[in-house]
């Protein structure tokens, strides 16, 4: 896949620039990134939402397309091609899909989709990862959990996306013919601290409560989370109803009683694992999505769930996750809220008529594929 430069109106003005505001309108340069899998598929939907949010609202977003994950290493031997790179640092946001798949799962390959995934996050300096949950009233018997435990359940997590256990030291070793493999979690005290900021001002915003998750009974670098994270909460935000709870037991109180958290600040491999688990509060991983931002520059919308290469081409793949991942990008790095709420009331009254993609079907309901469901997202956004 070649990068393709795509302007979607042709204007006077330059397509690489930063954003512009003239008024209420939005010059913008969105580099999409659809790697693999489902990928294509998903983010061909959420870029027609965008053409019709411009339309409707004389918006001019300059799409540019480049090759991340499996396709750019076919391509360029690179999960992250510098021409990739060099777009996303020079756009104002940037739109993903999914990386990944058996094809380049060969254990002894020299790189690997993901690692593609982790330098964006690294480069663009995206500390922050907010991922929401909140079950549409539509779908509650969707979910595999009981209605009367995730009615009325309202999650924001913030995962830390740029430390951890995903980029410590690693390492292979052999001696007598016996191999052992590490990887080493580690925090510093800023890494907390900026991320527990973002949790904790978005919980100011929300319903006040902060609930920060760890493994401080065991390990070393919890015991260093729980302390740097109390401090920020204490002096700098005070009025915050604020509680630290064991990973191992927050797996358990996110399915038995999902209702008592607002917003829930962990580590990079807790979040990776809570928030899979999470998304079957609201019935299926196709339905969330995610916003990767840093303390400037652009930040990274993607769904949260994977390149599910099962179904890829299929064209049954669940777009909504990624449609709902443009909202977030429009409300977090355009500041166009109206639009975003346009996006996430359309999705609302698609899925409150009663369509559904086949992973949200229940048994006997029939479902849409992915460019239809598409297209019931743009009728509903027209009227
Ligand atoms: C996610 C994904 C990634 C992660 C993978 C694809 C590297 O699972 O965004 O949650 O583990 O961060
Ligand atoms: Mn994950």
Sequence with gaps: MAPLQCCLFISHHRCDGPEREKGNIVDANIV??????????????AERVLQVVAEQHGHEF?????PIGGCAIDEFGDPLPESTL???RESDAVLLGAVGGPKWDDPHAKTRPEAGLLKIRKELGLFANLRPINPNPALLDSSPLKRHIIEGTDILFVRELTGGIYFGDSGVQEKDGEKTAFNTMVY?????????????????KRRGKLTSVD???VLEVSRLWRHTAEQVVKTEFPTLEYEVVLVDAMA???????????????????GDILTDEASMLPGSL????????????PGLFEPIHGSAPDIAGKGIANPLATILATAMLLRHSLHLETEAAAIAA??????????????????GETSVGTVAMGDLVLVELAS
Excluded: W
């Design 32 to 45: 999409l990134l659809p790697g693999d899998g489902i990928g294509p598929e998903i983010v061909a939907q």
């Design 346 to 363: 359309a999705v609302t009254r698609v899925l409150d008529a009663g369509h559904r993609t086949a992973d949200i079907a229940r048994s």
């Design 215 to 217: 493994k401080a009974n």
């Design 188 to 204: 510093s005290q800023s890494e907390v601290k900026r991320v527990v900021r973002v949790a904790a001002a978005a919980a100011l």
């Design 62 to 66: 300059h799409l540019s397309s480049h």
């Design 86 to 88: 060099k777009a996303c």
């Design 252 to 270: 358990m109180h996110l399915i038995s009683r999902p209702r008592d958290f607002d917003v829930v600040v962990t580590g990079n491999m807790f």
């Design 286 to 297: 196709g339905l969330l999505p995610s916003a990767s931002v840093g303390e400037s520059g």
